[in-house]
């Protein structure tokens, strides 16, 4: 599965301007700490429409697999087998399992 084909875009914005990588590419770049100045500066912003534009600027990964001209859904060409769940504004002492019991 590492070796699964995945699409990296320069940001969100820009669902035509990407390139593919291998999974385990993406996930070293996050364990290297590859765009930790620009995470840790957007974590920084208090304002939620300051922090919403910063975030919109960051470059992604799309682990679902690879397109061909935009990344929509139309344009899937491979799966990767990822399946990713993006869980927002948890608080920091909270934990999944807390969300859960919370009914979330």
């Known amino acids: 599965m590492k070796n699964s084909q995945i699409t990296f875009l320069q940001n969100v914005r820009a669902p035509d301007q990407f390139s593919t990588t ?3 590419a993406a996930l070293k770049s996050i ?3 590859t765009y930790k100045i620009q995470i840790d500066y957007i974590r920084t912003l208090t304002d939620k429409n300051a922090l919403k534009a ?10 679902t697999g690879t397109f061909t001209g935009k990344t929509t859904h139309e344009n899937l060409t491979t799966t990767s087998g ?4 993006d869980i927002d504004e948890l608080p920091k002492d909270s934990t999944l399992e807390d ?3 919370e009914g979330y």
Not at 54 to 63: D, G, Q, R, S
Not at 82 to 85: F, L, R
Request: with cysteine.
């Open 31 to 33: 364990k290297d700490k």
């Open 82 to 85: 990822v399946v990713v769940m």
């Open 22 to 24: 291998t999974l385990d």
């Open 54 to 63: 910063a975030k919109l600027k960051l470059p992604c990964v799309n682990f």
């Open 99 to 101: 969300r859960g019991r």
